[in-house]
């Protein structure tokens, strides 16, 4: 256990520092929200929220910090500071995996690998882009110009609950790196690990109100930001729904700009006629399904398998063997490959979607039955076959460790199932034939497509998705910094 994260929530919870402004922890002025450890379902503490005014106080502050000199202005200061935060984020990773675990339910270890790893590559390759000017000039007989990027101003960032550290990373490290001054909301599901790197952002040199935090629910302190004509845009992860909301507070407001990215229903394609062994592939598609607890927006929702039907009986039996093998244990503990779900709603809500298909005439095709007891909430790994279009796990995304297989004759099928979708976010295909990969790409329509094994690419490569996964945006590579940037055009008239 990690003295000072255990330390950390103690300070927070005893002096109710739910507000960050101006690098100074404040006293939530609004009602109390209960922060719940999912792995036992027992409350971690209760913590006042912003209110209306903090929210008011804390945008003032960044648009302030933002017209000062030194920091919109300075972009070797600012690569500079991201790069000792960048060095804090990783000598306290401990700390940080920590307040995930005992909130969110992350796997303590795979954390640190890879959420807190994710945190400090963002960090350093954006502070190396920081000074990065992708311009253009332009001449005619009557005149010169430029065309250049400038930061946008002032940015409301709207976190996810799922992966509390990494998506902070993800929208922190581009927009800070571009200049900008943010206000960022956590989900109220997973507060703590924001709070605390508000603190290492002090510590590395972040000036005051360029990073500001608040704690509080979307539908008072997410809305707030999203009215709000001080700032210039929000940049939000999480329901399409929610997304829906954001465009309707900028239409309603100053029409800042939104930028969304609103889940999928991934699939993972097996192309059995260029696979060599299609069952040694089963541990990838089980990872690329259950991995946090299936709760990730590219999450394999269907395992797609083209092929005969009886080379889909042993890959079946292959995949549900992998299913059975995958380790559901105490967040904290070495051996868990994934912890409980989030909260006793979303817990709930994915038994009945499971109850529903099976009732409709899904077949199980593997659930473990060894899985922590108590009053966790805790999720069993499943597949499912044969599931109707009717039942809501047949079309919705169900953000949970439960997938569906299904066989089908033809590649063109396998298409279909992905590009007939509303959500177009990411996809696997396994192929070993280049040729026929080359296929795949041209013909499956998603913002990521993993070729050989699941991923969602790299810091360096562009993150978002198609259709209704996705609104006016990416996170990661040089086209994230590129939002959070305006275009000026700097003209002269020739004499």
């Known amino acids: 256990m990690s003295q000072r994260g255990s330390e950390f929530v103690q300070q927070v919870l005893q002096d109710q520092l739910s507000a960050y402004i101006n690098n100074k922890p404040q006293a939530g002025q609004a009602e109390s929200i209960d922060l719940i450890n999912p792995s036992t379902g027992a409350p971690i503490g209760s913590l006042a929220t912003a209110s209306a005014a903090q929210v008011d106080e804390a945008v003032a502050a960044a648009r302030a910090a933002f017209a000062a000199p030194g920091w919109a202005d300075d972009d070797g200061g600012r690569a500079e500071t991201l790069r000792r935060l960048?060095?804090?984020?990783?000598?306290?990773?401990?700390?940080?995996a920590y307040l995930d675990a005992i909130e969110a339910g992350k796997v303590h270890r795979l954390s640190i690998d890879e959420d807190v790893a994710d945190v400090v590559a963002n960090l350093r390759y954006f502070a190396d882009l920081a000074d990065h000017h992708d311009g253009r000039q332009v001449q005619t007989a009557g005149g010169w110009g430029w065309v250049r990027g400038v930061p946008i101003g002032v940015v409301g960032v709207v976190l996810p609950w799922n992966f509390p550290i990494a998506m902070l990373g993800w929208k922190v490290a581009p927009a800070l790196a571009a200049g900008n001054a943010l206000v960022l909301k956590p989900s109220e599901d997973s507060v703590l690990s924001a709070l605390f790197f508000a603190e290492l952002a002090r510590e590395a040199g972040v000036p005051d109100g360029i990073l500001n935090v608040l704690v509080g629910d979307g539908e008072h302190t997410?809305?707030?930001?999203?009215?709000?004509?001080?700032?210039?845009?929000?940049?939000?992860?999480?329901?399409?729904?929610?997304?829906?909301?954001?465009?309707?507070?900028?239409?309603?407001?100053?029409?800042?700009?939104?930028?969304?990215e609103l889940g999928g229903r991934a699939a993972y394609i097996v192309d059995a006629e260029h696979t060599r062994n299609p069952g040694g592939i089963a541990e990838d598609i089980v990872g690329a399904a259950f991995g946090n607890a299936g709760?990730?927006?590219?999450?394999?929702?269907?395992?797609?398998?083209?092929?005969?039907?009886?080379?889909y009986?042993?890959?079946?039996?292959?995949?549900?063997?992998?299913?059975?093998?995958?380790?559901?244990?105490?967040?904290?503990?070495?051996?868990?490959?994934m912890g409980p779900v989030i909260n006793g709603a979303a817990r709930d809500r994915i038994l009945a979607w499971v109850d529903e298909a099976i009732a409709a005439g899904a077949s199980v095709l593997a659930r473990q039955v060894d899985v922590p007891e108590g009053d966790g909430f805790w999720v069993a790994p499943t597949l499912l076959q044969n599931v109707p279009?009717?039942?809501?796990?047949?079309?919705?995304?169900?953000?949970?460790?439960?997938?569906?297989?299904?066989?089908?004759?033809?590649?063109?099928?396998?298409?279909?199932?992905?590009?007939?979708?509303?959500y177009g976010l990411a996809s696997t295909v396994w192929c070993e034939d280049l040729a026929m990969a080359k296929w795949w790409s041209d013909q499956v329509r998603v913002g990521t497509l993993a070729l050989n094994g699941y991923s969602e690419g790299t810091v360096a490569t562009p993150f978002g998705g198609l259709r209704q996964s996705g609104f006016w945006g990416r996170d990661n590579g040089p086209e994230a910094l590129d939002g959070y940037r305006e275009l000026m055009t700097v003209w002269v008239t020739t004499p």
């Open 86 to 96: 960048a060095t804090l984020v990783h000598e306290h990773g401990d700390v940080i």
């Open 313 to 337: 009986e042993k890959f079946a039996g292959a995949l549900a063997e992998q299913a059975l093998r995958f380790r559901v244990a105490d967040p904290m503990s070495g051996e868990a490959a």
């Open 222 to 260: 997410g809305a707030a930001l999203g009215r709000h004509d001080d700032i210039d845009m929000v940049t939000f992860t999480g329901s399409g729904q929610v997304g829906r909301e954001f465009l309707r507070y900028a239409a309603d407001s100053n029409l800042k700009r939104i930028s969304l």
């Open 389 to 422: 279009n009717s039942a809501t796990l047949g079309t919705g995304e169900v953000f949970g460790p439960v997938a569906q297989v299904l066989r089908v004759d033809t590649r063109e099928e396998a298409v279909e199932l992905v590009n007939g979708e509303p």
């Open 295 to 311: 709760q990730n927006c590219t999450a394999t929702s269907r395992v797609v398998f083209v092929g005969e039907p009886e080379a």
